[in-house]
């Protein structure tokens, strides 16, 4: 999947499978659980090739730092640790962009949405004004540090935010820092102070037609119809997270089935929930109805056959009532 091949040509076929006895894989791990959110498969010891163009960074490291502090485990833990909101994007590189700003010119509005983020614990959490200061702050910093790759005539990616963190840690005047509309050769803390200006003027030009910074209603989850038809469609829904975030709920994509089971000497316990309803009709007044529940976290007691043919002569109907 990293190239487009020609299925024609013989050559382009896979030249060998990776045994089967050295297939990833993991039985009764020392630290007592497994866990998975699209990271890396293995680590660079393993010697066959792997590839994504988008492996994950973040959510894994945060699900292991909770799964490994949490004793006792109870189904609860787990349904709170699937809404966890921990920016941990954010808990790396924030407070160096906040020390690196020369807060000597600073005005009312500079000083106001910096004491914010340094107030900030990280977590965003959906009425917070802080996560929406900073993703603006990352997106223009992110913007103006590889604006070089807007030049390119070719198809290729931009460095991933991983990396691009790291090269701002290690190599502060890397040379594609530098801005190239400006004469100035810029390095990393000028093109954070830089960004940070062009943060202030759009929170500003945000709050002239919105009526709030709260980090729902700027990323604005949306859950679309199918047919992307508006009025079946819910906006504005209201959850935290992001992307990177274990609550993976951005603005069109998210974790739209959330399951937790209790694995009992007397058979599975579990619960789900998921963004929609038991209906798709969109003229039941039930459409939809679960929304609400998977934006807060609460999950819904499932029913689990145990037995080959319980549910046999149980009749499941749905009936119309008009208003």
């Known amino acids: 999947g990293k190239f487009l091949m020609d299925g024609s040509d013989?050559?382009?076929?896979?030249?060998?499978?990776?045994?089967?006895e050295h297939h990833l894989m993991a039985k009764n791990p020392e630290k007592g659980f497994l866990s998975s959110a699209n990271q890396h498969p293995a680590d660079s010891l393993y010697p066959y090739y792997t590839y994504d163009h988008?492996?994950?960074?973040?959510?894994?490291?945060?699900?292991n730092e909770r799964l490994s502090t949490l004793n006792k485990v109870?189904?609860?833990?787990?349904?709170?640790?699937?809404?966890?909101n921990f920016n941990y994007r954010a808990s790396e590189i924030l407070p160096l962009l906040l020390d690196s700003l020369?807060?000597?010119?600073?005005?009312?509005?500079?000083?106001?949405?910096?004491?914010?983020l340094k107030n900030w614990d990280y977590f965003s959490e959906s009425e917070l004004t802080a996560p929406t200061v900073y993703e603006m702050w990352w997106d223009h910093l992110y913007d103006l540090l590889w604006d070089e790759f807007d030049t390119i005539q070719v198809a290729i990616d931009r460095p991933n935010t991983n990396t691009t963190?790291?090269?701002?840690?290690?190599r502060p005047n890397f040379d594609l820092w530098d801005i190239l509309e400006t004469p100035t050769k810029e390095n990393a803390k000028m093109v954070i102070n830089l960004s940070y200006q062009k943060t202030i003027d759009s929170l500003s030009s945000w709050m002239e037609t919105k009526e709030s910074l709260e980090w729902y209603k700027v990323k604005n989850t949306s859950i679309n119809h199918l047919l992307r038809l508006s009025p079946f469609s819910e906006t504005g829904v209201k959850i935290g997270g992001y992307k990177n975030?274990?609550?993976?709920a951005s603005r069109n994509h998210g974790p739209s089935w959330r399951m937790v089971v209790e694995l009992t000497k007397d058979g599975p316990i579990p619960w789900g929930i998921y963004p929609g309803s038991q209906t798709?009709?969109?003229?039941n007044p039930r459409y939809g109805h679960m929304i609400d529940d998977?934006?807060?976290?609460?999950?819904?007691?499932?029913t689990f056959n145990r037995e080959p043919g319980s549910l046999e002569g149980i009749q499941f109907k749905q009936s119309f009532i008009p208003e």
Not at 54 to 63: D, F, K, L, P, T
Not at 74 to 84: F, G, R, V
Not at 280 to 283: D, K, T, V
């Open 10 to 20: 013989p050559r382009q076929e896979y030249s060998s499978y990776i045994p089967f």
């Open 102 to 116: 020369d807060t000597i010119s600073f005005r009312e509005q500079e000083w106001k949405y910096f004491n914010t």
């Open 245 to 248: 975030i274990v609550n993976a």
């Open 54 to 63: 988008n492996y994950e960074y973040y959510r894994n490291r945060r699900i």
């Open 294 to 302: 998977w934006a807060t976290g609460n999950y819904h007691k499932l």
């Open 165 to 170: 963190i790291d090269l701002i840690k290690s």
């Open 74 to 84: 109870e189904p609860d833990d787990l349904k709170e640790l699937q809404n966890d």
């Open 280 to 283: 798709g009709n969109p003229g």
